[in-house]
C-alpha cells in the first residue's frame, strides 16, 4: 500500500531527528520519493511542504527542499520575564537567546486612540490613548516575531517608553521607575493561519501557522500597564514553561 504524505514527512523527519539528514542537506526530491515510496508526485509535493510549513526545511527556488540550518528558539517565559533579568538592565530576549545575534527593524512609536479591545485589557476609558510600539525581530537574518506594544498615554508619555531607544532593561525597567513596576504577567496564547500581510511580514513559507500571544503586565496592586501582541513564526520556537504546584 502506498504511503501517505504524512507517512512520508514522519519518515523524513526521523533521518532529520538522527542526524543522517544534517542541517543544510539537500533532502530527496520530488522524483526521488515518488520511486522510492511509490505515491503519486502530489503525494511527494504534500510531504515536502509538511516539512517546511513545521519550520525543519525551507525550499530554495530552482534548487529543492534543505534541511533547515536555523536552530529552533526555545521561549522559555518564566525565564524570560524574571525580573532579576530586566531589573538588571538586560533584555528579556537574552533570555532566549543568548550570544545569537539579534536586531529590531522597523521600529515605530507613536500615540494614537486605544483599540477597542486593547481600551479594555488596560482598563482605559474607550478612545483612551496609548503609547503604540510596533516593530520586527529578525535572529540570524531571519525575521521571526512582529510585536506590538500598547501602554497607557498618560502614564508613559515623555519617558523613555515613548521613545525608539527606552534604554537598558527595556521597557519594563522604564515602568519600574515611573512607579508602575510589572510584578505578575498574564499570556493567552492560540495557533492560527496568518494573513497574506503577516505571511509576507515574517517571510513564511505557504502554509505556516504562527503563534498568537497576548501578554498584559500588571503592578502590585493588579493595574495593567502594558498589553504586548506578539506573532511569532510557529516554525522556529518552541515554548517552554515552568510550573510549580
Not at 18 to 23: D, F, I, K, N, Y
Not at 91 to 108: C, F, N, Q, Y
Not at 115 to 121: E, F, T, V
Request: charged fraction near 30%; aromatic fraction near 6%; proline fraction near 6%.
Amino acid at each position: 500500500m502506498a504511503q501517505t504524505a504524512r507517512q512520508i514527512a514522519d519518515d523524513l523527519r526521523e533521518r532529520i531527528g538522527s542526524g543522517e539528514l544534517a542541517p543544510g542537506a539537500r533532502l530527496p526530491g520530488e522524483p526521488a520519493l515518488v520511486r522510492q515510496y511509490g505515491v503519486a508526485k502530489e503525494t511527494a509535493r504534500r510531504a515536502l511542504t509538511l516539512l517546511v510549513t513545521e519550520g525543519l526545511a525551507v525550499r530554495r527556488r530552482g534548487s529543492g527542499t534543505y534541511v533547515r540550518e536555523f536552530q529552533p528558539i526555545r521561549r522559555v517565559a518564566n525565564r524570560r520575564l524574571a525580573q532579576e533579568g530586566w531589573g538588571r538592565g538586560r533584555s528579556i530576549w537574552a533570555a532566549d537567546l543568548g550570544e545569537r545575534p539579534m536586531k529590531v527593524t522597523g521600529l515605530h512609536v507613536h500615540e494614537a486612540p486605544a483599540p477597542d479591545d486593547i481600551a479594555r485589557a488596560l482598563d482605559l476609558p474607550t478612545g483612551s490613548s496609548v503609547v503604540i510600539r510596533d516593530w520586527l525581530f529578525v535572529v540570524e537574518g531571519e525575521p521571526v516575531q512582529a510585536a506590538v506594544s500598547y501602554l497607557p498615554a498618560d502614564l508613559v508619555r515623555g519617558s523613555a517608553i515613548a521613545r525608539e531607544d527606552t534604554g537598558p532593561g527595556g521597557t519594563y525597567a522604564r515602568l519600574a521607575e515611573l512607579g508602575a513596576k510589572p510584578i505578575r504577567f498574564v499570556e493567552e496564547l492560540r495557533a492560527r493561519m496568518p494573513s497574506q500581510d503577516e505571511t509576507e511580514r515574517l517571510h513564511l513559507a505557504d502554509g505556516t501557522p504562527v503563534v498568537e500571544i497576548y501578554r498584559t503586565a500588571l503592578t502590585e496592586d493588579d493595574r495593567p500597564v502594558e498589553v504586548n501582541r506578539m506573532l511569532l513564526d510557529a516554525g522556529v520556537y518552541v515554548m517552554e514553561y515552568h510550573v510549580t504546584s
